[in-house]
């Protein structure tokens, strides 16, 4: 089973490049941030 550490270590490369999308650690889990455009 994968463990949400090993699933940011195999995407962790296309998270750097991806400027649109953040991932936070939160206390019930990881959360996943995505930015389209500018804010209003």
């Known amino acids: 089973m994968l463990t949400f550490e090993k699933v940011l270590e ?3 490369d296309y998270l750097a490049q991806d400027m649109e999308l953040e ?3 939160s206390r019930y889990g990881y959360v996943c ?3 389209n455009g ?3």
Do not use: N, Q
Request: no cysteine; glycine share 0%.
């Open 10 to 12: 195999i995407f962790e």
């Open 33 to 35: 941030v995505s930015f």
């Open 23 to 25: 991932v936070y650690k």
């Open 38 to 40: 500018s804010p209003p």
